[in-house]
């Protein structure tokens, strides 16, 4: 039903800004809450951000709040994941995953799609 696709992951280095993308398409993409999630080496997958299918709504992580924002673009069919001020424990996999429905949920479980993940290495 929907495809996500990520991208913009890299090096960067700590107190550096970085922004990832999440493509999305397939049928009614837009009517699809979004999430962030990442996974580092040994740690569970966790939660960063969500937007509802709109915009109207978002949510966010306290571990990043402050210095994540998410964003979309429904005219692109596409997803932002802005993040600044990064920190070497900010490196993960960044996952961008898809629910039919505008809960902007935290955990995983109702997020029925995922993209392939892209990487965020943040040296110190």
């Known amino acids: 039903q929907v495809q996500l696709v990520e991208s913009g992951g890299g090096l960067v280095q700590a107190g550096g800004s970085l922004r990832v993308s999440c493509a999305a398409s397939?049928?009614?993409?837009?009517?699809?809450?979004i999430a962030w999630f990442r996974q580092a080496p040994g740690k569970e997958r966790e939660f960063v951000a969500a937007i509802s299918p709109t915009g109207a709504r978002t949510s966010y992580a306290d571990s990043v709040k402050g210095r994540v924002t998410i964003s979309r673009d429904n005219a692109k069919n596409m997803v932002y994941l802005q993040l600044n001020n990064l920190k070497p424990e900010d490196t993960a996999v960044y996952y961008c995953a898809a629910r039919p429905d505008i809960v902007t949920a935290t955990t995983t479980q109702g997020y029925t799609y995922w993209g392939q993940g892209t990487q965020v290495t943040v040296s110190s």
């Open positions: 397939g049928r009614t993409a837009s009517a699809y809450t």
